[in-house]
């Protein structure tokens, strides 16, 4: 769990910053859901975030990998140990605490990052960065 946490640092940008959304970005009203092919792309399309499943598993789980690669070459995991089993799971920045959360879909909660420890502003965002980078702002 602790070599999860650490990679996630390296992965994804969470900043408290009123932004518009946009494919880089989830926001607290503009969650990305599984079976709609939403996912989170960064600006230089160098990476992809989203609900996936290995070849030759029905399992989802939450990751990122690289965009450009023909075969897909994942980096991070976040539901590993709670992998869903349909595709219509959720993944959204909570509003009140601004943690990322993965919902299954029943909206029972599988898995979040539980990293927020202080005062948030008013509008959490989550964004995909092409230096895989996670700072809170």
């Known amino acids: 769990m602790e070599n999860l946490r650490k990679l996630s640092v390296y992965v994804l940008l969470l900043c408290f910053t009123s932004m518009s959304s946009t494919p880089d970005m989830i926001t607290p009203s503009q969650p990305r859901r599984d079976g709609h092919n939403e996912t989170l792309i960064s600006e230089g399309r160098i990476f992809e975030a989203g609900f996936f499943n290995p070849v030759n598993s ?55 990052s539980n990293n927020a420890s202080k005062q948030l502003a008013d509008n959490p965002v989550l964004q995909l960065l092409d230096s895989v980078n996670l700072v809170d702002k």
Request: charged fraction near 30%; proline fraction near 4%.
């Open 58 to 112: 029905k399992r989802r789980y939450v990751g990122i990998w690289y965009k450009n690669i023909p075969e897909r070459t994942v980096v991070w995991v976040a539901n590993r140990g709670k992998p869903h089993h349909d595709a219509w799971g959720v993944l959204q920045i909570d509003s009140d605490k601004g943690i990322l959360r993965i919902l299954d879909s029943k909206g029972i909660e599988t898995w979040s």
